[in-house]
């Protein structure tokens, strides 16, 4: 079955330091990949996707995100965290059979930056 | 643009009443979905559009309808409201190139609660 795990509710992370939301992915084929995040009250923003080509893929706000065939992993990265990041984290796959650009979500992380 | 706009923001029902979630985007977009969000469960496909008059389930279509007369609205119609469908719900557009890999753009939302 086609899925994509968030295996952590909640990540806690200091204003300043590196922070790594995780993702992986259970699907046939070759997957395409986004990030979503969304704020409180908010619908979801699109931050970054991987279709092909450079592994590491670059996206708003000082996001990155590296795709890993071998591992199915597509962890979202940022070298600095800022209080302003906290949000809700969602990753999604694509590229799927079924002819409308479906996507399949994960159930989502939350990520607290403090100060 | 202001993208995809969603109304009400907010809306309480009783049991058995119905009402109408509307959902317009400004970017014209071919394809069109919308989504429920529930606690810890990530988004959940209601239906969709591929275009006007053109519409289809998604995995949780039961309780829902929907239309699509113009390329700018896709409303989604509660019948017969139950608890269950207490949630929020999020409008989504995206333009399909054909290759599965485009971004979907959201609308803020709307919290339904039923009791």
């Known amino acids: 079955a086609q899925s994509v795990a968030q295996p952590e509710d909640q990540v806690n992370v200091a204003e300043g330091n590196p922070l790594t939301v995780k993702c992986t992915y259970s699907?046939?084929?070759?997957?395409?990949l986004f990030w979503y995040v969304q704020y409180p009250n908010r619908g979801l923003q699109f931050l970054l996707k991987?279709?092909?080509?450079?592994?590491l893929v670059k996206g708003s706000y000082g996001f990155e995100a590296e795709f890993n065939k071998s591992q199915t992993s597509f962890h979202l990265k940022k070298p600095s965290a800022l209080v302003s990041d906290s949000a809700l984290y969602f990753c999604?796959?694509?590229?799927?059979?079924?002819?409308?650009?479906?996507?399949?979500f994960g159930a989502g992380t939350r990520l607290a930056v403090h100060p | 643009n202001a993208g995809v706009t969603q109304t009400p923001k907010f809306r309480i029902l009783k049991i058995g009443q119905s009402m109408t979630l509307q959902c317009a985007q400004d970017?014209?977009?071919?394809?069109m979905y919308w989504y429920r969000q529930d606690p810890g469960m990530g988004l959940k496909l209601i239906y969709y559009?591929?275009?006007?008059?053109?519409?289809d389930k998604g995995e949780v279509p039961n309780g829902y309808n929907v239309s699509r007369s113009t390329t700018e609205d896709f409303p989604l119609r509660l019948e017969l409201a139950a608890p269950s469908q207490t949630s929020v719900y999020f409008c989504?557009?995206?333009?399909?190139?054909?290759?599965?890999?485009?971004?979907?753009?959201f609308g803020p939302g709307t919290r339904l609660t039923v009791l």
């Open positions: 989504a557009s995206s333009f399909d190139s054909g290759a599965g890999t485009d971004t979907q753009y």
């Open positions: 699907v046939s084929g070759n997957p395409y």
């Open positions: 991987y279709i092909t080509g450079d592994n």
């Open positions: 999604a796959v694509g590229g799927l059979e079924g002819g409308y650009n479906k996507l399949i």
């Open positions: 970017m014209n977009h071919n394809y």
């Open positions: 559009s591929v275009g006007a008059g053109i519409t």
